[in-house]
Structure formats: structure tokens, C-alpha cells
């Protein structure tokens, strides 16, 4: 474990735990590379192998579109990547569940918070519909207390509101909670909402994950449930 700051993760407590999806808990990447490579051929480009289709990843669908094309040597315009999601969501669609598998050792993580009585939700920037579909296929859709994807609300991550508003449903408060994510868009909607963020190192940033500003980095996720100590939150009595 890397720590940013001097507080070190022992002195973490939290009620609840908000996973990102993407390149956190599953590694989606060569479905999201498939559908985004047909996209891109059927408006006469050419596509990019999975390895450089997974940097391109986070921010949304708008923002992978953006970087798949801009990629590809075509600079789009923001109407013309919106006209473009509903396109690429059926191709996506059609495919989410095909080669996206969960990354080593997330089940058993989200086993132990379960098991502990630690509240769970996700939030992530993928549109909530296929987020369901992929956590139905993959078995883990019961963990999570509740679930915000990127058509949620008006805004994603980097902004506070998704994680805001995963919080208000799992009735958490800021300060008794910790976001677990993988890109520099999840530090800073951790950030804006008060909220210490750790960092998995192979997510999909195309940097090191100790470049990107986060409270702490863990080794593996893994290492998540022993590097601090979550507290479940107390009963409410009449």
C-alpha cells in the first residue's frame, strides 16, 4: 500500500464502500473495444486493438467515442459524438456480456464487505442499463446496495453528484465512507464530495495509478479488505 498523505489507511473506518465498475472490479474492456471498432468501421475508419482501446476508457460513452475517433484521425464535434451514443449502445449492448469477466480476486472482495455488513454501492459512468446487465451476468449484482450509473443524473464523474447520490441512497454519509475506483475520474468526484479514495494499479488510465492524486494506492484489490477496518453502520432504533 502507497499512501499520499500522512493519514494512513488504519485510521479508515467506514460505514459503506462505493466500487467504480470498470477496470475496478471487471475488466470490460475487449467487448468495449468491439463496439466501438464497429462503430468505427461503419463510419469508414479504422479500429484499435484492445490495448489501446483501454486508456480510452472512463468518462462515459460520449468520451470513449471521442477518443476511439480522435484515435482514428477524426476530430468529432460534441453534437456529432452525441448522435453517435445511441449507435454505439446497441452495438454495446448486443456484446457487454460476451468477454467482460470480473478481475482477479472481486468476488471474494465483495464477499467479505457483504459478509461484514458493510453497506456497497456502485457507481460508475457506464450507462446504468447495461451496468445491470453486466452485474446480473456476472453474478454480483447483489452486493450492492444500490447501483448510479452514468445517466443517472445530470452529471458523471469527475463531478461529486454520482457519488453524492450513491451515498444519499446508501444512507451514508461523506465522511463515513470510501470510494475504490481506478482513473483520475474517480479521485476527483472523491475529491469534490469529501470522500478518501484508494486506487487499484491496473485500471484504465494509461498512467500509473500514483500519478493521479488518490489518498492511497493498494498493491492489488485484494489488499483492499485488510488495509483498513470498515465498521458496519449502526442499527437505527424506534
Not at 453528484?161 to 461523506?174: D, H, I, R
Not at 488518490?214 to 485488510?226: E, K, M, N, R, T
Request: some cysteine.
Amino acid at each position: 500500500m502507497i499512501s499520499q498523505h500522512e493519514t494512513t489507511l488504519d485510521e479508515l473506518h467506514p460505514h459503506a464502500i462505493v466500487w467504480d465498475l470498470d477496470g475496478t472490479l471487471v475488466e470490460s474492456a475487449p467487448d468495449l473495444a468491439t463496439a466501438l471498432n464497429a462503430l468505427l468501421n461503419e463510419n469508414g475508419r479504422h479500429g484499435h486493438h484492445v490495448g489501446k482501446v483501454r486508456p480510452m476508457i472512463g468518462g462515459g460513452v460520449g468520451k470513449l467515442i471521442e477518443r476511439g475517433f480522435e484515435a482514428s484521425g477524426v476530430t468529432l464535434s460534441q453534437k456529432r459524438i452525441d448522435a453517435l451514443v445511441p449507435r454505439f449502445m446497441t452495438l454495446y449492448t448486443a456484446v457487454a456480456t460476451r468477454r467482460t469477466h470480473l478481475v482477479p480476486h472481486a468476488r471474494e472482495v465483495l464477499q467479505h464487505f457483504y459478509d461484514s455488513g458493510i453497506r456497497q454501492g456502485l457507481c460508475t459512468n457506464k450507462p446504468r442499463e447495461v451496468t445491470l446487465q453486466i452485474l446480473h451476468a456476472l453474478d454480483i449484482a447483489g452486493f450492492f446496495g444500490t447501483v448510479v450509473g452514468g445517466d443517472s443524473t445530470p452529471e458523471k464523474k469527475p463531478h461529486p453528484l454520482p457519488l453524492q447520490t450513491c451515498l444519499s441512497e446508501l444512507q451514508v454519509e461523506p465522511a463515513n465512507a470510501v470510494l475504490v475506483g481506478d482513473t483520475s475520474a474517480d479521485v476527483g468526484a472523491a475529491h469534490a464530495a469529501g470522500v478518501p479514495v484508494i486506487l487499484v494499479p491496473d485500471g484504465y488510465t494509461g498512467v500509473p495509478a500514483v500519478s493521479l492524486g488518490a489518498d492511497y494506492v493498494v498493491g492489488s484489490l485484494a489488499d483492499v479488505p485488510a488495509s483498513f477496518r470498515p465498521q458496519p453502520p449502526m442499527l437505527r432504533t424506534a
